[in-house]
C-alpha cells in the first residue's frame, strides 16, 4: 500500500521530554532513501510501499499527535513516520491488525502507559514493544517442548498440562525460610592497611571484597579501594606498578581530552553528533546533584571537571558518546576521587559494566527486567500474581533503578555505600536484582493492602525516592541469596540440587528467561551435576521468541 506523505514530514526530529529531570537521547532519526514499489520501479518521494509481512514492530508515540514508527524485520530499511494529525491512528492500526495480528500483550500496551507516565523515553517506547514482541523470525516451539525443556533445565520442577487451553500447573518450589543476616561496620583506614604487603600488593582479597560487602568502607579509603574494586588499579600491582600506569593513563587521557578541545567552532559546525553530545553534557550537568557542597553553586570547578570528563569519554568511546543518566553515575565517583584523570577511567571501568543500559537497543534492560520478573515470580508468587494483575508484571516501574543503579532512589552517601558493596561481586553477579526484589518485598504489604492499581503502584514506587534504607535493604539482599543457593530444588535427588547451580544462558536453551548468570558461586561442598556438551557448531545465541514470551508472562494457575 501507498502512503502519502508531505515533504515537510521527511526527516522526524529529535523529541525532548517534557520532564525536565529526566530524559533519554532520542535515536530515532530517518534518512532520505529512494523507495521501490516491489517489481524494480521507482515511485515518487512522497509514497512509499511496504509488505505487511515485513512489519516486525510498530512503535505509537504521542506529542500532541500520534504518529506511528515502523520497524521492518530487515533493519537496513527505514520507513518514514506516519502522522495522524486529524485522528484515525486506532482504526489504522485496527485494520492493520486483520492482515497481521498482533500479541495480546502488544495490544495490551498500545497506549503505552509507562511512557505516557514517565516521560519521553523514544528508546523506552521502541524497547517496549520489541520485548512484547520477540524475535518472529526463529521458529516457535509449541508449549509441550517448552515444558520438557523447562523440566531438564531446573531439576525437581514439574509442570502439568490441563485440560484447560493456554494456561500451565507449575508445581512451587519450597524455597524454605530465609536465613537472618547481619551487617558490620565499615572497613577503616588501618583495616585497609593490613591487606598490603610491603611492595603495596594487596593481599587476602577474597576476605577484603568479604568484608567490603558486609559494611562497605569508611570514605577515608574510597579514593583509593574504588579504583581496585572498578578494575582501574589490578589487585596484584605493586606501588611501583601503580604510579606507572597513572603516568601512562594521565597522558591517555589528556590526549582524548585535547581532540574535543581543539575542535573549533567552523569545526563543530559540521559536526552534529558532537555539538549535540556538548549540548546535551551542558544540560545534564547544570542539573547533576546541585544540592551536593561538591557540585554547589554558579561557577563551581566540580561542574567544569564534570563536563569534561564526560565530554573526553565521548571520545574514548564516540560510538556510544553521552547518553541522559551517565551524569548520574560519574558524579559519585567525581566526588570520591576528587581527581579529572582517575575519576575518568573510574568511570569507563563502571560504564563497561553499564554499557548495555545506555545502548541504542537497550539490551542489558531487557534481560534485566525479564530476569527481575521471573526471580520475583520465583520469590513472591502471590505478589507477583497481584502485580501482573494490574498490568505491572513486566516492572517497568523499576527501569530507572536498574539503568542508573538507584542513583536516584537513595541518599548521596547512601548511594556511595550500595555501589562499592556491588562492585565486590559478592554473593553473586546480579546483587542488584536481589537489592530491588528487597525493596519490593519491604512494599508488597502496603501495595497489596491497599489494593493499589497500575498508577498507584508507579506513584508509590517512585515516591520511595529518598526514603529507604540502605542498611536494611543490604541486609534482606543477602538473606534472600542465601535463601536461593540454601534451597532443595529436588528432595529425592541422589545429589543436593541448589539455585546456585542455575548459572544458566540463552546459548543453551531460549525456554529460559530467568536465571541467567545470577548465582555464580556454587555450594562448596556440592559437586557440578555433569551435563552434556553440545557441539559448539550447535549452541547458538539467540533471543527469546514471541511465543516463549508469551508462554511465560500470561497469567497462569499453580500450585503450592
Known amino acids: 500500500q501507498c502512503l502519502e506523505r508531505s515533504q515537510s514530514q521527511q526527516l522526524l526530529e529529535s523529541q525532548h521530554s517534557y520532564e525536565t529531570e529526566w530524559d533519554m537521547v532520542n535515536a530515532v532519526t530517518f534518512r532520505k532513501k529512494t523507495c521501490n514499489n516491489g517489481e524494480g520501479q521507482s515511485v515518487s518521494r512522497s509514497t512509499f510501499s511496504v509488505s505487511i509481512s515485513d512489519l516486525r514492530s510498530i512503535t505509537v ?37 486483520r492482515f497481521n495480528p498482533l500479541p495480546r500483550s502488544v495490544q495490551k500496551f498500545k497506549r503505552d502507559p509507562y511512557v505516557t507516565t514517565l516521560g519521553g523515553f523514544s ?29 531438564e533445565v531446573i531439576p525437581g520442577l514439574e ?23 547481619s551487617r558490620q561496620e565499615p572497613l577503616t583506614a588501618e583495616d585497609w592497611t593490613k591487606h598490603q604487603d610491603g611492595e603495596g600488593r594487596m593481599v587476602e582479597t577474597s576476605l577484603l571484597k568479604q568484608n567490603i560487602f558486609k559494611g562497605g568502607l569508611c570514605h577515608a579509603v574510597r579514593k583509593e579501594a574504588w579504583k581496585f574494586l572498578l578494575g582501574y588499579f589490578p589487585w596484584e600491582s605493586s606501588l611501583e606498578d601503580r604510579k606507572v600506569l597513572q603516568r601512562a593513563k594521565t597522558d591517555e587521557y589528556f590526549r582524548m581530552k585535547l581532540q574535543w578541545k581543539s575542535v573549533s567552532e567552523e569545526q563543530e559546525r559540521r559536526n552534529s553528533r558532537l555539538r549535540d553530545y556538548r549540548s546535551l553534557i551542558e544540560k545534564d550537568v547544570n542539573r547533576t546533584d546541585r544540592t551536593n557542597r561538591f557540585y554547589e553553586g554558579i561557577d563551581n570547578p566540580g561542574l567544569v571537571l564534570l563536563h569534561d570528563i564526560l565530554m573526553t569519554y565521548c571520545m574514548y568511546d564516540f560510538d556510544l558518546g553521552y547518553v541522559q543518566g551517565m551524569s548520574d553515575l560519574l558524579s559519585p565517583i567525581l566526588f570520591v576521587m576528587e581527581n579529572e584523570v582517575d575519576a575518568f577511567w573510574c568511570f569507563v571501568a563502571f560504564m563497561d559494566q553499564m554499557h548495555q543500559n545506555f545502548e541504542e537497543q537497550m539490551q542489558g534492560m531487557k534481560l534485566q527486567l525479564i530476569h527481575l520478573s521471573a526471580l520475583l515470580r520465583l520469590l513472591d508468587l502471590s505478589f507477583w500474581n497481584y502485580l501482573e494483575s494490574q498490568d505491572s508484571g513486566y516492572l517497568y516501574f523499576c527501569f530507572r533503578w536498574l539503568l542508573i543503579r538507584f542513583k536516584r532512589e537513595l541518599s548521596f552517601q547512601d548511594v556511595l555505600r550500595l555501589w562499592e558493596v556491588m562492585w565486590t561481586g559478592l554473593p553473586c553477579q546480579n546483587f542488584h536484582l536481589l537489592v530491588c526484589c528487597a525493596i519490593l518485598d519491604s512494599e508488597k504489604q502496603k501495595i497489596m493492602e491497599e489494593n493499589y492499581g497500575f498508577n498507584e503502584i508507579l506513584k508509590h514506587i517512585n515516591e520511595l525516592s529518598m526514603k529507604l534504607d540502605i542498611e536494611e535493604i543490604l541486609q534482606k539482599a543477602e538473606g534472600i541469596c542465601l535463601q536461593i543457593q540454601n534451597c532443595k530444588v529436588c528432595s529425592d535427588s541422589p545429589l543436593p540440587v541448589c539455585l546456585s547451580h542455575l548459572y544458566l544462558s540463552f546459548c543453551h536453551t531460549s525456554a529460559c528467561l530467568s536465571y541467567l548468570h545470577l548465582f555464580v558461586t556454587p555450594l562448596p561442598a556440592t559437586p557440578a551435576p555433569k551435563t552434556k556438551t553440545p557441539p559448539a557448531e550447535q549452541v547458538e545465541q539467540r533471543e527469546v521468541d514471541a511465543e516463549q514470551r508469551r508462554y511465560f508472562q500470561r497469567k497462569s494457575k499453580f500450585n503450592k
Request: glycine share 8%; proline share 7%; hydrophobic share 35%.
Open 123 to 151: 528508546k523506552v517506547t521502541n524497547y517496549i514493544f520489541d520485548v512484547l514482541r520477540g524475535s518472529e523470525e526463529q521458529q516457535q516451539r509449541p508449549p509441550e517442548e517448552v515444558a520438557d525443556l523447562l523440566g
Open 159 to 181: 509442570i502439568n498440562h490441563q485440560e484447560e487451553p493456554g494456561f500451565e500447573v507449575i508445581t512451587r518450589i519450597d524455597l524454605g525460610s530465609r536465613p537472618q543476616v
Open 61 to 97: 508515540k504521542e506529542e500532541g499527535w500520534t504518529f506511528l514508527l515502523l520497524q521492518l524485520k530487515d533493519a537496513s530499511v527505514s520507513l518514514p513516520p506516519l502522522h495522524f494529525h486529524q485522528g484515525g491512528s486506532r482504526e489504522f492500526l485496527d485494520n492493520l491488525r
